[in-house]
């Protein structure tokens, strides 16, 4: 698929020597795979501030609790 995006580019920038990179710079558009992870990262978002998505997406989300120390604080660790 990132091949035939990339001949896509080169075909209608009609250019065959610039680096793709350089071409979806010069026309502000973004990579297959910067797509891809703007678009999951929009369904999160979604998802954790209750818009509706469909339940299966959702369900994939879900908050759980754990009795690990998830925050990074690990002063207390070995307090007596």
């Given at each position: 698929?990132?091949?035939?995006?990339?001949?896509?580019?080169?075909f209608a920038t009609c250019?065959?020597?610039?680096?793709?990179?350089?071409?979806?710079?010069?026309?502000?558009?973004?990579?297959?795979?910067?797509?891809?992870?703007?678009?999951?990262?929009?369904?999160?978002?979604?998802?954790?501030?209750?818009?509706?998505?469909?339940?299966?997406?959702?369900?994939?989300?879900?908050?759980?609790?754990?009795?690990?120390?998830l925050t990074g604080n690990?002063?207390?660790?070995?307090?007596?």
């Amino acid at each position: 698929m990132e091949k035939i995006n990339e001949r896509a580019l080169r075909f209608a920038t009609c250019d065959k020597s610039t680096m793709c990179k350089t071409l979806l710079k010069q026309l502000n558009l973004l990579s297959s795979h910067n797509q891809r992870t703007v678009e999951m990262a929009t369904g999160v978002y979604k998802i954790v501030h209750g818009y509706k998505v469909p339940k299966g997406i959702a369900e994939l989300l879900k908050e759980q609790s754990t009795n690990y120390n998830l925050t990074g604080n690990y002063n207390h660790i070995g307090a007596v």
